[in-house]
């Protein structure tokens, strides 16, 4: 069974941005749609961004909006959160999910990254 694997998580600055990145370990996620999610420890996890299949529609959170982009590289078969003007508020362990953006309902799931700001 494909699983999803992310990467390029860490310790940063307040400020500070990252790229997340999520790959495939079989087959492609050409035709998935892809969701980012975050959980915080002892808090729900929470729907950051989602990105269509075809690149069309990128949906995002409000707490993220404008400081969080959703991409996706075909020929590389990789997806990317690449996070901007990171707060200690943005510590979390961070997954993405393959599924369907529309009916929030997601096949595959990685086991996170670690993001933690701190100064």
């Known amino acids: 069974q494909a699983q999803l694997v992310e990467s390029g998580g860490g310790l940063v600055q307040p400020g500070d941005s990252l790229k997340l990145s999520c790959a495939i370990s079989?087959?492609?996620?050409?035709?998935?749609?892809i969701g980012w999610f975050r959980q915080a420890p002892g808090k729900e996890r929470e729907g950051l961004s989602c990105?269509?299949?075809?690149?069309?529609?990128?949906y995002y959170a409000g707490a993220v909006k404008g400081r969080f982009t959703a991409s996706r590289d075909t020929a590389k078969n990789t997806v990317y959160l690449r996070m901007d003007n990171l707060s200690p508020e943005d510590t979390a362990v961070y997954h993405c999910?393959?599924?369907?953006?529309?009916?929030?309902?997601?096949?595959?799931w990685g086991q996170g990254t670690q993001v933690t700001v701190s100064s």
């Open positions: 990105i269509s299949s075809s690149s069309t529609n990128i």
């Open positions: 999910a393959a599924g369907s953006c529309e009916s929030e309902m997601y096949d595959y």
């Open positions: 079989a087959g492609t996620l050409d035709h998935y749609d």
